[in-house]
Nanobody
Framework: VQLQASGGGLVQAGGSLRLSCAASGRAFSTYAMGWFRQAPGKEREFVAGITWGGANTRYADSVKGRFTISRDNAKNTVYLQMNSLKPEETAGYYC???????????????????WGQGTLVTVSS
């Protein structure tokens, strides 16, 4: 599967952005999906994940209540709605796909099989 992330940009602190990750190839619905972010000089960190059917989600503590992950399997797309953005959340945001039909949402980047190219989110203070 190939992943294409989009929707990043420049936003003021407190603002919102909606990221999209479009998948090509078959069997998108057999993949659990995750959003990660990576700031310069830092490791890639888990932001949010969603199971193959969308029934289960998981969030990093730092984004709970502000970010929402969702997916539309008919459109082969996963979304990340980000509200109340903070300057420290400036980073490249990456979507990952993990072959899984269970309810597990993993937070380790190494457990994901495919990655998109990333989209840059810059939050100004």
């Amino acid at each position: 599967v190939q992943l294409q992330a989009s929707g990043g940009g420049l936003v003021q602190a407190g603002g919102s952005l909606r990221l999209s990750c479009a998948a090509s190839g078959r069997a998108f619905s057999t993949y659990a999906m995750g959003w990660f972010r990576q700031a310069p000089g830092k490791e890639r960190e888990f932001v949010a994940g969603i199971t193959w059917g969308g029934a289960n989600t998981r969030y990093a503590d730092s984004v709970k209540g502000r970010f929402t992950i969702s997916r539309d399997n008919a459109k082969n797309t996963v979304y990340l709605q980000m509200n109340s953005l903070k300057p420290e959340e400036t980073a490249g945001y990456y979507c990952g796909a993990r072959r899984s039909r269970d309810r597990t949402i993993t937070i380790a980047a190494s457990t994901y099989d495919y990655w998109g190219q990333g989209t840059l989110v810059t939050v100004s203070s």
